[in-house]
Every structure is written in structure tokens, then in C-alpha cells.
């Protein structure tokens, strides 16, 4: 069947490609309907690698998907034929001290797709377990689906930061990334989120969201901002989501004494950390790595309406315009927060 081919770096194709399509007892095959596209399909596009993981020979890409259920093995319980879903593209080994732990995505063992060797699912089908493929409620689209793997980022984060009511809280970096975090943060009882960027565009996006003030660090510094909404106290929880060194220095004047700080961002090198900052403040200091147990909450608060993510959805291209896609993907328009590639009709 035709795939989108990542055959090496910078090269692309749509193409055809043999993908194992065997449906095991506890797997469901999956029609996929919509794709998200990735940062990380972007980087492995013009890069070729992200860290240890490096493309050696040709890789569908796409790990952002909802689908229509075509088959399903004969020891599923929970999904139907016809069932419209999305997916966890990780897939843990279940007999995993991780996984028994519940902490299935820091399984070293876990098959990630479109990360290499393991194809994404860029294609029309693909075979699943049904353990990780998860029923889209009535009122949520097979677009709002697809961008549950992004929110679920942002859940995480929420998640570890374990929010109070009414807390106060200060993302760094307003991408795709830093906006799902944001969201969440006032999903799980943020009274006010401030994000900061240094591009008006990225920030005008997060701005139509009611509790998310926007930061332009180019005209202001975001801890004279932090300071002077809360009385010169400090953001309860702090989410470093841009990945910037440049985020680390003063990142612990943003914060509360006793106050959380959650990283999110993946730097590229090592970075420099104010040990004595955070100490003196006895801060907490949270990770992020994927997320687990969160796609059915995440589609619980979309279906429920208190998470739009329909307005991130910034274009839709049809599957036979996919390279041109991934080439606006990878010019990194700012004003671009996700685009998506639908390969069937419907809604
Ligand atoms: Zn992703």
C-alpha cells in the first residue's frame, strides 16, 4: 500500500511499501482517517535523527492518528467494527517492570511509532493493540483524535505538576508544545497561565484562549511580569517548554518559594542549571517523558468542552499533497500551530 516514505534525510516520498498488516488476537486494524504532523517528523525530515535515534534506511513517518476500525482480533472486548478511534503511538512491553510500575512510557523496551526503525502510520492502515486504541466519543472528530497525542504532552505535564485550584502558572515557549500544556494547566484548576515567546504570532495564537496572557519577552522580561501579577511571590508552577538553554537562566525567579517546576523541553546540549536557585527555594523539579494512562482523560475533557483544540488546527492537506505538507511543516511558519493530512472523507 502507498506510504509516506522518509527514504533518508530530506528526502521524501509517497510511495509504495509492505507493512505487516497481521492482526493478532488483541490487536485492532485500523482504516487511518487523519495524521497530525509532528515536530519530530519534521526533525527527522531535515535531520535525519533526533538524538540516538537515527534513520538507517527508509521510514514511514506519523505517530498522530485517528482512525476507523476494519478488523479486530478475536480476544478484543471494548472496540467494534466501524468504531472510530485513536491511537497511542507507543507501544510498551506490558510484562515490563516499567509497565507494571504504571510508568509504561519509561519502558526502554517501548516501540514508538515513526521513530526509527519502527514505521509511523502515514499509510491507510495499520494494526494496533487495542490495549493503546481508544473510542472517540460522538461529538469529537476524527482532526479533534488525531491532536490527542499532542494535548496528552500537555496532560502529562499537568499531571506531574500536580495543580491546586486556583493556581497560578508560567509557561515558557508558546509552540505547539507550550500552548498544549497551557491548556491543560487550565483544564486541571490554573486560575491564570501566563506564556511567553519572543514571536507575536505564536503568542496571538494562544491569546483566544480565556486565562492564557500572553508575554512578549522581546518587550518584556517574564519574571518582571511573573513578579508583579503576584505580588512579587512567583508563579505556583513553572512548565519549560521551549527546550532553549536560554530558558534555564533566571528560570527559577519565575517560580514561588516551595513552587514546581516541570520540564518539558528537550535541549539539544547539556544545560546549565542554578542549583542554589532552586534550593534556596526549595523548588520541585518535575520531567516529562511522553505520557501514560492520560488518553482517556484527554478525550473525556475535549468531548466534555472545556478543551478546544480545533483552532490549532492551522491547515489540512489531502494524502496525495503530503510532501508539500511536511515542506510547509518544515519552514516552521510561525503562525502555523499544527498541520494535519487527512487519507479518507468524513468528519
Ligand atoms: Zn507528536
Not at 487550565?186 to 491564570?192: T, Y
Not at 504570532?201 to 483566544?208: H, Y
Not at 482523560?297 to 511536511?326: H, M
Amino acid at each position: 500500500m502507498q506510504a509516506l516514505v522518509l527514504e533518508e534525510k530530506g528526502v521524501l516520498s509517497l510511495r509504495d511499501i509492505d507493512l505487516p498488516l497481521t492482526v493478532g488476537p488483541d490487536d485492532v486494524k485500523i482504516a487511518i482517517h487523519t495524521v497530525g504532523i509532528c515536530g519530530s517528523d519534521v526533525h527527522y525530515y531535515t535531520h535525519g535523527r533526533i538524538g540516538p535515534f537515527v534513520l538507517r534506511e527508509p521510514m514511514v513517518l506519523g505517530h498522530e492518528a485517528a482512525g476507523t476500525v476494519v478488523e479486530v482480533g478475536s480476544a478484543v472486548k471494548h472496540l467494534n467494527v466501524g468504531d472510530r478511534v485513536c491511537m497511542e503511538p507507543g507501544v510498551p512491553n506490558l510484562s515490563s517492570r516499567a509497565s507494571k510500575l504504571g510508568l509504561y512510557n519509561v519502558d526502554p523496551d517501548v516501540r514508538f511509532w515513526a521513530t526509527p526503525p519502527v514505521h509511523g502510520v502515514l499509510a491507510p492502515f495499520t494494526v494496533h493493540p487495542a490495549a493503546f486504541t481508544y473510542k472517540l466519543p460522538d461529538n469529537v472528530s476524527f482532526a479533534e483524535g488525531a491532536m490527542v497525542e499532542p494535548f496528552a504532552i500537555g496532560m502529562q505535564a499537568a499531571t506531574r505538576a500536580r495543580i491546586q485550584p486556583g493556581d497560578v502558572a508560567a509557561v515558557i515557549g508558546c509552540g505547539p508544545i507550550g500552548i498544549m500544556v497551557a491548556l491543560a494547566a487550565l483544564a486541571a484548576g490554573c486560575s491564570r497561565v501566563f506564556i511567553s515567546d519572543l514571536s507575536s504570532e505564536k503568542l496571538a495564537v494562544a491569546e483566544q484562549y480565556p486565562g492564557i496572557l500572553p508575554v512578549n519577552i522581546l518587550e518584556r522580561s517574564f519574571a518582571e511580569v511573573i513578579a508583579e501579577a503576584t505580588g512579587g511571590w512567583g508563579a505556583d508552577v513553572v512548565f519549560e517548554a521551549s527546550g532553549s538553554p536560554r530558558a534555564f537562566d533566571g528560570l527559577f525567579e519565575l517560580v514561588r518559594p516551595g513552587g514546581t517546576v516541570v520540564l518539558v523541553g528537550l535541549p539539544v546540549e547539556k544545560v546549565a542549571v542554578d542549583v542554589a536557585g532552586a534550593i534556596s527555594k526549595e523548588v520541585r523539579i518535575e520531567t516529562v517523558f511522553r505520557y501514560a494512562n492520560i488518553f482517556d482523560r484527554a478525550l473525556e475533557l475535549i468531548a466534555s468542552g472545556k478543551v478546544d483544540l480545533k483552532p490549532l488546527i492551522t491547515g489540512t492537506y489531502d494524502f496525495a499533497d503530503s510532501i508539500a505538507a511536511f515542506e510547509r511543516a518544515a519552514a516552521g511558519n510561525t503562525s502555523d500551530v499544527k498541520l494535519q493530512i487527512r487519507l479518507a472523507d468524513g468528519t
